[in-house]
């Protein structure tokens, strides 16, 4: 279920051929084109920026950006290359296509990120370009793709274009303004909150903001990322993902529609504080202490044994945190006993470790000021799970991708991964580190070639010679009908229960793809853990769709 890229070493000649073939389009098609000039100027990253006047309309939730000619008379169509380039894209398999990325005044526009994908296919090729430069992507089949646009200070933008059977096709696009509000996040006595939670030992603990057109609830659906992701009308940037913001600033948002709106503070999902913000807004202000903060945290209590004997297993340590954080390591008392306090609300993932036993998985769903009574955690001595695996062909397979998660651990409504992966090597050997005595479900992915499910028992001990073989997968799109202050977790089971994929839905997504083996499954659609509804799925060659929620 990876969307990692595929590498293949014996095909590594030819892609660095191809990468002196493509900057050679790049440059040549920008000579024909005109390099923008040297001192095009740039926003500043700092100051906040406001649509002026001559702006384009707001973008609205679900609109495709205008594709008419730009200014000038460019029409954006496919251009025939020029002689001295004739030969570039025939070079290699499909089209290049290269372009810029501009504002709506044609200047290019700084550090973008540009995503392509062919339409109805799960994987986003990246390209992350500075403006002199433009984008690049060979080996485009001719059909509709995907593009996709980041850039800090502008309206994430996605748009369909045809891929024409040419060498050579040039294409730029036209990214329009956000809002931009600087955010600060102050104490009551005007100290900026991260540097006064890090006095507290509360370093990890990260705010955030959501925008919407109503007044917010108490809080939005929960999380467990280190916030709520990509929920409601703006973007969230904290200072540590925006360059040059002043001290002072706890991060920006960047909005999409008109004010006013409403803007609210929260601690993963839930809202501390909320504020209606007028138009003609420059900057936002919040005021909270540490304390009123601390109201929305919970703590986690919990006694760790070891499996095979119930006696405490002194030397263990224990953290909780989100998927995107460290956890703060605690060791257990003599007793075998842990509190960890401070705990921000939402699902989070406990981990325990101790010298010769295994990596002990549990996501929890901790409320806003609750304490939870984990009971008895057993830790079990250590079981690898190893063997080979097999390509479609019935060959060792190397660079597979390996993911595995404890069975009886698992709860609906939460996440199957667990961050712990493992690759094989070129003879197709792997080995599972971590493992423990129970039933664990063991994925193998590689990208463009295929996947494998098993569900392994190691109750008897390690397990050395599992053979799994790759099969391919079939496209399963999620037509994403949430609104954009909602999300969902979906998780896809085979008939026997064994869970196979888990994986949020966001308002804010759009449609998706996710890739699956032939069989017959079944997906279920929770919010907040509570199931919303199943649906059978019966997958073979043909690609089929689910609609969410």
């Not at 503070?265 to 601390?294: I, K, M, N, S, Y």
Request: glycine share 10%; proline share 9%; net charge negative.
């Amino acid at each position: 279920m990876t969307e990692d890229p595929d590498p293949r070493p014996a095909r590594r000649w030819r892609a660095l051929a191809l990468a002196e073939l493509v900057v050679l389009a790049v440059v040549g098609v920008l000579a024909l084109t005109g390099f923008p000039p040297a001192d095009a100027p740039r926003d500043p990253l700092p100051a906040p920026r406001l649509p002026s006047d001559g702006d384009e309309p707001a973008l609205r939730r679900g609109e495709i950006p205008d594709t008419a000619p730009r200014a000038g008379g460019e029409a954006r169509q496919p251009v025939e290359p020029a002689a001295e380039l004739a030969g570039v894209g025939a070079a290699a398999d499909g089209t290049v296509l290269v372009g810029r990325v501009l504002d709506p005044d044609g200047v290019p526009v700084p550090r973008c990120s540009v995503g392509i994908r062919p339409a109805g296919t799960a994987s986003w090729r990246q390209d992350s370009i500075e403006p002199e430069l433009g984008f690049a992507f060979p080996g485009l089949a001719p059909g509709d793709c995907e593009i996709r646009l980041r850039a800090d200070g502008f309206r994430e933008t996605t748009e369909t274009i045809r891929i024409e059977p040419v060498p050579l096709m040039r294409r730029d696009l036209t990214m329009r303004r956000a809002l931009v509000l600087p955010v600060a996040v102050v104490t009551p006595d005007g100290e900026q909150l991260g540097s006064a939670l890090a006095k507290q030992g509360l370093w990890m603990l990260e705010l955030a903001c959501v925008v919407t057109r109503d007044e917010p609830p108490g809080a939005f659906p929960e999380t467990e990322l280190r916030s709520v992701d990509r929920l409601g009308l703006g973007r969230w940037r904290s200072r540590f993902a925006r360059d040059g913001l002043p001290d002072r600033y706890s991060g920006v948002l960047e909005i999409d529609d008109p004010l006013p709106l409403w803007v609210s503070l929260v601690c993963r999902h839930v809202v501390v504080q909320e504020q209606l913000v007028p138009p003609g807004a420059e900057e936002l202000v919040f005021t909270l202490a540490v304390d009123e903060l601390r109201r929305s945290l919970g703590s986690v209590r919990m006694r760790v044994l070891a499996s095979e004997t119930g006696a405490p297993l002194t030397g263990a340590s224990v953290s909780i945190s989100d998927r995107q954080s460290g956890g703060r390591g605690q060791q257990v008392g003599d007793d075998g006993t842990a509190t960890v306090a401070d705990v921000p609300p939402g699902v989070s993932e406990v981990v325990v470790r101790a010298a010769d036993r295994e990596v002990f998985h549990r996501f929890v769903r901790v409320a806003p000021g609750a304490d939870l009574d984990l009971g008895d955690l057993r830790v079990d001595p250590v079981a690898t799970i190893g063997g080979t695996v097999l390509g479609p062909d019935g060959r060792p397979a190397a660079e597979v991708s390996f993911s595995w998660s404890r069975l009886d651990r698992l709860a609906p409504g939460m996440p199957l991964r667990n961050g712990m992966s493992a690759s094989s090597d070129t003879e197709g050997r792997f080995s599972l580190w971590g493992c423990g005595r129970g039933r664990y479900v063991v994925t193998a992915t590689k990208r463009g070639v295929g996947e494998s499910c098993a569900v392994v028992d190691t109750s008897g001990g390690a397990v050395a010679d599992l053979q799994l073989r790759l099969a391919p997968t079939t496209a399963l799109t999620i037509v994403n009908d949430l609104g954009p202050l909602d999300r969902v977790v979906v998780t896809v089971r085979r008939q026997d229960g064994v869970p196979v994929a888990a994986f949020p839905v966001v308002g804010a997504y759009g449609e998706f793809t996710r890739e699956l083996g032939a069989g017959s499954y079944v997906a279920a659609v929770h919010r907040d853990g509570v199931l919303l509804r199943e649906v059978p799925l019966s997958v073979g060659s043909t690609p089929l769709s689910l609609r969410v929620p």
